[in-house]
């Protein structure tokens, strides 16, 4: 089965600390892959994608992620956290096998403590 | 302002009682997209549509109705709610060419089931 793991429920980090979410994924094909925030009592916002080209790629408020293809891993970075950055982020992906069908994983926490 | 809007976007009903939460975008997008958040489970599908008149089933469709007749509106049909629906739901649209594919959400409803 087609699927995304986040592995921690929580983190937590510093402010002003590197900060590092994990997403791995098992689908088929090349996936499209995808970041997302979601802040208290709000929608989720789009935050960066991997669609082609570099692995390495630049979202919104500084956040990164870096597609591994032979890990299977996707995970989200910022080299120095923010108290604001504090919210669930999920990590999604579509197979490109013509389904369409958006994977989301289960979503990770994350705390930035002043 | 581009944008996705829901409605209602809370709701407490009873067992059984039909109901229906309208969700409109206004960018043209050709996919659209249910999904429900429950904790710990992340954000699973229930159903998408590609274009008008396309839809198909994601992975917990079991109790919803969709219908796609114009490409800006997609509501989600609930014939005879039960407490197991209770949640919060999301609309979400994509545009699905070139390097695009990020959804855009909508705010939310949150539906209470007794």
């Known amino acids: 089965a087609q699927s995304v793991a986040q592995p921690e429920d929580q983190v937590n980090v510093a402010e002003g600390n590197p900060l590092t979410v994990k997403c791995t994924y098992s689908v088929s094909g090349n996936p499209y892959l995808f970041w997302y925030v979601q802040y208290p009592n709000r929608g989720l916002q789009f935050l960066l994608k991997y669609i082609t080209g570099d692995n390495l790629v630049k979202g919104s408020y500084g956040f990164e992620a870096e597609f591994n293809k032979s890990q299977t891993s996707f995970h989200l970075k910022k080299p120095s956290a923010l108290v604001s950055d504090s919210a669930l982020y999920f990590c999604a992906v579509i197979p490109t096998s013509g389904t369409y069908k958006y994977i989301f994983g289960t979503g990770t926490r994350l705390k930035v403590l002043a | 302002e581009a944008q996705v809007t829901q409605n209602p976007r809370y709701l407490i009903t009873v067992t059984g009682k039909k109901l229906t939460v309208t969700c409109s975008q206004n960018?043209?997008?050709?996919?659209m997209s249910w999904y429900r958040q429950d904790p710990g489970l992340g954000l699973r599908q229930i159903y998408y549509?590609?274009?008008?008149?396309?839809?198909d089933k994601g992975d917990v469709p079991e109790g919803y109705k969709v219908s796609r007749k114009e490409k800006r509106n997609f509501p989600l049909i609930l014939e005879s709610p039960s407490p197991n629906q209770t949640s919060l739901y999301f609309c979400a649209s994509t545009l699905t060419s070139g390097t695009h594919y990020e959804q855009y959400f909508g705010p939310g409803t949150r539906l209470t089931v007794t």
């Open positions: 549509s590609m274009n008008v008149e396309v839809t």
């Open positions: 960018m043209n997008h050709e996919y």
